[in-house]
Protein backbone atom coordinates (compact mmCIF):
# COMPACT_ATOMS: atom_id res chain seq x y z
CA UNK A 1 0.00 0.00 0.00
CA UNK A 2 1.44 3.62 -0.60
CA UNK A 3 0.63 7.01 0.43
CA UNK A 4 0.07 9.81 -1.95
CA UNK A 5 2.03 12.30 0.05
CA UNK A 6 5.19 9.70 0.44
CA UNK A 7 5.04 9.48 -3.58
CA UNK A 8 5.16 13.42 -4.29
CA UNK A 9 8.33 14.64 -4.71
CA UNK A 10 9.90 11.62 -5.76
CA UNK A 11 12.38 11.30 -8.14
CA UNK A 12 11.75 10.16 -11.71
CA UNK A 13 14.32 7.67 -13.18
CA UNK A 14 14.62 5.90 -16.32
CA UNK A 15 16.21 2.59 -16.80
CA UNK A 16 17.56 2.40 -20.66
CA UNK A 17 18.83 6.31 -20.94
CA UNK A 18 19.86 5.63 -17.10
CA UNK A 19 19.25 9.68 -16.73
CA UNK A 20 16.69 11.58 -14.38
CA UNK A 21 13.43 12.21 -15.59
CA UNK A 22 12.22 14.78 -12.95
CA UNK A 23 10.38 15.13 -9.91
CA UNK A 24 6.78 13.83 -9.13
CA UNK A 25 4.71 17.12 -8.79
CA UNK A 26 1.33 15.95 -9.01
CA UNK A 27 -0.94 13.38 -9.44
CA UNK A 28 -4.28 12.00 -11.98
CA UNK A 29 -7.20 10.58 -10.71
CA UNK A 30 -10.06 9.00 -12.85
CA UNK A 31 -13.11 9.90 -10.43
CA UNK A 32 -15.57 7.08 -11.78
CA UNK A 33 -12.78 4.02 -11.85
CA UNK A 34 -11.92 5.31 -8.25
CA UNK A 35 -8.03 4.83 -9.90
CA UNK A 36 -4.97 6.82 -10.08
CA UNK A 37 -3.74 7.00 -14.07
CA UNK A 38 -0.97 8.84 -13.82
CA UNK A 39 1.93 11.16 -12.20
CA UNK A 40 2.84 14.93 -13.37
CA UNK A 41 6.32 15.62 -12.90
CA UNK A 42 8.64 18.52 -13.95
CA UNK A 43 12.18 18.98 -14.72
CA UNK A 44 14.33 20.99 -13.64
CA UNK A 45 17.78 21.15 -16.00
CA UNK A 46 14.69 22.36 -18.26
CA UNK A 47 13.32 25.36 -16.89
CA UNK A 48 10.90 23.36 -14.89
CA UNK A 49 8.90 21.90 -17.99
CA UNK A 50 6.00 19.82 -16.97
CA UNK A 51 5.05 16.23 -18.16
CA UNK A 52 3.00 13.26 -17.57
CA UNK A 53 3.73 9.28 -17.07
CA UNK A 54 0.60 7.25 -17.22
CA UNK A 55 0.41 4.69 -14.06
CA UNK A 56 0.49 1.33 -16.94
CA UNK A 57 4.02 2.89 -17.49
CA UNK A 58 5.46 2.93 -13.95
CA UNK A 59 7.83 0.45 -14.07
CA UNK A 60 8.47 0.32 -10.33
CA UNK A 61 7.25 2.46 -7.34
CA UNK A 62 9.53 2.74 -3.79
CA UNK A 63 11.69 5.59 -3.35
CA UNK A 64 11.98 6.60 -6.56
CA UNK A 65 9.62 5.90 -9.88
CA UNK A 66 11.18 4.43 -12.40
CA UNK A 67 10.06 3.93 -16.08
CA UNK A 68 11.34 1.98 -18.82
CA UNK A 69 12.68 4.86 -21.19
CA UNK A 70 11.69 8.33 -21.86
CA UNK A 71 9.81 7.38 -24.34
CA UNK A 72 7.24 7.20 -22.34
CA UNK A 73 6.63 10.02 -21.26
CA UNK A 74 4.48 12.88 -22.67
CA UNK A 75 4.00 16.52 -22.46
CA UNK A 76 1.19 17.66 -20.10
CA UNK A 77 -1.23 18.83 -22.14
CA UNK A 78 -3.87 19.38 -19.81
CA UNK A 79 -5.00 21.48 -16.84
CA UNK A 80 -3.99 20.03 -13.62
CA UNK A 81 -5.95 19.77 -10.60
CA UNK A 82 -5.74 17.87 -7.44
CA UNK A 83 -8.35 17.08 -4.48
CA UNK A 84 -5.56 17.41 -1.72
CA UNK A 85 -6.61 19.96 1.11
CA UNK A 86 -9.80 20.21 0.01
CA UNK A 87 -12.88 19.75 2.09
CA UNK A 88 -14.37 16.65 2.64
CA UNK A 89 -18.12 16.85 2.77
CA UNK A 90 -20.43 14.10 3.08
CA UNK A 91 -23.75 13.84 1.34
CA UNK A 92 -25.65 14.85 4.34
CA UNK A 93 -23.92 17.99 5.07
CA UNK A 94 -21.23 17.04 7.90
CA UNK A 95 -17.94 18.67 7.75
CA UNK A 96 -15.08 15.62 7.64
CA UNK A 97 -11.93 17.65 7.38
CA UNK A 98 -9.74 18.58 4.35
CA UNK A 99 -8.19 15.82 2.34
CA UNK A 100 -4.75 14.78 3.65
CA UNK A 101 -3.86 11.88 2.46
CA UNK A 102 -4.86 9.26 -0.38
CA UNK A 103 -4.03 5.67 0.48
CA UNK A 104 -3.82 3.45 -2.94
CA UNK A 105 -2.35 -0.29 -3.83
CA UNK A 106 -0.17 -1.69 -6.45
CA UNK A 107 -2.00 -1.41 -9.18
CA UNK A 108 -3.00 1.86 -8.08
CA UNK A 109 -6.83 1.35 -7.48
CA UNK A 110 -7.48 4.16 -4.19
CA UNK A 111 -8.17 2.81 -1.15
CA UNK A 112 -8.59 5.18 0.92
CA UNK A 113 -8.87 9.29 1.93
CA UNK A 114 -7.44 10.89 5.32
CA UNK A 115 -9.04 14.15 6.44
CA UNK A 116 -7.09 16.42 8.96
CA UNK A 117 -9.59 15.04 11.29
CA UNK A 118 -8.10 11.78 11.44
CA UNK A 119 -11.04 10.14 9.21
CA UNK A 120 -10.32 7.28 7.43
CA UNK A 121 -12.49 6.87 4.21
CA UNK A 122 -12.85 4.31 2.03
CA UNK A 123 -12.84 5.15 -1.09
CA UNK A 124 -15.79 3.27 -2.19
CA UNK A 125 -17.93 6.10 0.16
CA UNK A 126 -16.36 8.41 -2.94
CA UNK A 127 -19.46 10.00 -4.63
CA UNK A 128 -17.93 13.02 -6.10
CA UNK A 129 -14.92 15.19 -6.66
CA UNK A 130 -15.45 18.54 -7.62
CA UNK A 131 -13.55 21.92 -8.23
CA UNK A 132 -14.06 22.99 -4.19
CA UNK A 133 -14.68 20.05 -2.41
CA UNK A 134 -14.66 16.08 -2.50
CA UNK A 135 -18.20 14.24 -1.13
CA UNK A 136 -18.70 11.19 0.08
CA UNK A 137 -21.76 9.51 1.00
CA UNK A 138 -21.66 8.44 5.04
CA UNK A 139 -25.28 7.11 4.73
CA UNK A 140 -26.15 3.86 5.57
CA UNK A 141 -28.53 3.70 1.85
CA UNK A 142 -26.62 3.43 -1.35
CA UNK A 143 -26.16 7.13 -3.16
CA UNK A 144 -25.65 7.80 -6.81
CA UNK A 145 -25.08 11.01 -8.67
CA UNK A 146 -28.24 10.24 -11.00
CA UNK A 147 -30.16 11.37 -7.70
CA UNK A 148 -29.15 14.49 -7.83
CA UNK A 149 -28.61 15.31 -11.46
CA UNK A 150 -30.86 18.48 -12.51
CA UNK A 151 -33.30 17.23 -15.48
CA UNK A 152 -33.05 17.91 -19.15
CA UNK A 153 -34.56 20.53 -20.99
CA UNK A 154 -35.10 20.24 -23.95
CA UNK A 155 -35.35 23.28 -26.66
CA UNK A 156 -37.21 23.70 -29.76
CA UNK A 157 -35.97 26.14 -32.32
CA UNK A 158 -36.31 26.97 -35.63
CA UNK A 159 -40.22 25.54 -35.62
CA UNK A 160 -41.21 25.42 -39.61
CA UNK A 161 -43.60 27.69 -40.77
CA UNK A 162 -47.19 27.05 -40.82
CA UNK A 163 -49.35 28.53 -43.23
CA UNK A 164 -52.38 28.60 -42.70
CA UNK A 165 -55.48 28.77 -45.71
CA UNK A 166 -58.62 29.91 -44.51
CA UNK A 167 -61.83 29.70 -46.36
CA UNK A 168 -64.24 32.71 -47.39
CA UNK A 169 -67.38 30.43 -47.44
CA UNK A 170 -68.40 29.68 -44.04
CA UNK A 171 -69.50 25.76 -43.53
CA UNK A 172 -72.16 25.27 -40.55
CA UNK A 173 -70.67 21.95 -38.02
CA UNK A 174 -74.04 19.63 -37.96
CA UNK A 175 -73.75 17.57 -34.88
CA UNK A 176 -74.71 13.75 -34.83
CA UNK A 177 -78.16 14.50 -33.05
CA UNK A 178 -79.42 17.66 -34.90
CA UNK A 179 -82.83 17.61 -36.66
CA UNK A 180 -82.98 19.65 -39.67
CA UNK A 181 -86.41 21.97 -38.79
CA UNK A 182 -84.65 22.82 -35.07
CA UNK A 183 -81.68 23.79 -37.04
CA UNK A 184 -83.35 26.06 -39.63
CA UNK A 185 -85.55 27.60 -36.99
CA UNK A 186 -82.57 29.01 -34.88
CA UNK A 187 -80.96 29.96 -37.18
CA UNK A 188 -83.21 31.65 -39.61
CA UNK A 189 -82.28 35.25 -38.46
CA UNK A 190 -78.56 34.71 -38.10
CA UNK A 191 -78.52 33.04 -41.22
CA UNK A 192 -77.79 35.93 -42.69
CA UNK A 193 -75.23 36.92 -40.87
CA UNK A 194 -73.79 33.59 -40.64
CA UNK A 195 -73.69 32.77 -44.79
CA UNK A 196 -73.28 35.90 -46.63
CA UNK A 197 -72.68 34.41 -49.43
CA UNK A 198 -75.89 31.67 -50.17
CA UNK A 199 -79.49 32.29 -49.86
CA UNK A 200 -80.38 29.22 -48.45
CA UNK A 201 -78.90 26.36 -45.81
CA UNK A 202 -78.45 22.97 -47.19
CA UNK A 203 -77.95 20.00 -45.40
CA UNK A 204 -76.02 17.37 -45.73
CA UNK A 205 -77.24 14.30 -47.33
CA UNK A 206 -77.00 10.74 -45.38
CA UNK A 207 -73.65 9.83 -48.04
CA UNK A 208 -71.03 9.79 -45.69
CA UNK A 209 -69.91 6.22 -46.26
CA UNK A 210 -66.90 5.23 -48.22
CA UNK A 211 -69.06 3.00 -50.61
CA UNK A 212 -71.58 4.82 -51.00
CA UNK A 213 -69.81 7.60 -52.72
CA UNK A 214 -67.77 6.38 -54.71
CA UNK A 215 -69.21 5.59 -58.17
CA UNK A 216 -71.56 8.99 -58.03
CA UNK A 217 -71.81 11.61 -60.87
CA UNK A 218 -70.63 15.33 -58.58
CA UNK A 219 -73.55 17.73 -59.76
CA UNK A 220 -71.20 20.82 -59.16
CA UNK A 221 -67.85 22.08 -59.02
CA UNK A 222 -65.84 21.61 -55.39
CA UNK A 223 -63.00 23.59 -54.92
CA UNK A 224 -60.56 22.95 -51.67
CA UNK A 225 -57.40 24.67 -50.99
CA UNK A 226 -55.78 27.63 -52.78
CA UNK A 227 -58.38 27.20 -55.12
CA UNK A 228 -57.52 23.92 -56.22
CA UNK A 229 -60.53 21.73 -58.01
CA UNK A 230 -61.17 18.52 -56.04
CA UNK A 231 -63.79 17.37 -58.73
CA UNK A 232 -65.71 19.56 -61.48
CA UNK A 233 -69.37 19.05 -62.23
CA UNK A 234 -70.70 16.31 -63.80
CA UNK A 235 -66.76 14.25 -63.15
CA UNK A 236 -67.62 10.45 -61.67
CA UNK A 237 -66.07 10.61 -57.79
CA UNK A 238 -63.12 8.07 -57.76
CA UNK A 239 -61.88 6.49 -54.38
CA UNK A 240 -58.90 9.08 -55.50
CA UNK A 241 -61.17 12.21 -55.49
CA UNK A 242 -62.25 11.20 -52.38
CA UNK A 243 -59.03 11.16 -50.64
CA UNK A 244 -58.14 13.99 -52.06
CA UNK A 245 -61.34 16.10 -50.68
CA UNK A 246 -60.35 14.25 -47.20
CA UNK A 247 -56.58 15.78 -47.29
CA UNK A 248 -58.62 19.70 -48.40
CA UNK A 249 -60.92 19.01 -45.71
CA UNK A 250 -63.93 19.34 -48.01
CA UNK A 251 -65.57 16.43 -47.91
CA UNK A 252 -68.46 17.93 -46.90
CA UNK A 253 -69.16 19.64 -49.64
CA UNK A 254 -68.07 16.79 -51.78
CA UNK A 255 -71.22 14.55 -50.42
CA UNK A 256 -73.74 17.42 -50.67
CA UNK A 257 -72.50 17.48 -54.23
CA UNK A 258 -73.53 13.88 -55.24
CA UNK A 259 -76.38 13.58 -57.42
Known amino acids: MFKISEVISKPVYSIYEGTKVGTVSNFILDFSKKKIIGFCFVDEEMEFSCGFIAS ?5 LNEALVIKNNELTAPLSFEEQTVMNKPAISVSG ?39 AVFFNTLE ?36 NYSQESF ?32 KTSNKTVVGLNGE ?28 AVL
Do not use: C, W
Request: charged fraction near 30%.
Open 56 to 60: KNVFS
Open 141 to 176: KKFTLSKVKPKEKIEINNLPEIKVSILTESIPIISS
Open 94 to 132: EELGNVSDIFFDEKFNLISFETTKKILLPAALLVRMGQD
Open 229 to 256: VIVKDMQIITAEIYQKALKHGVLFQLEN
Open 184 to 215: ANENKIEGEKQFKTKTEIQFPKKVGAFNEIIG
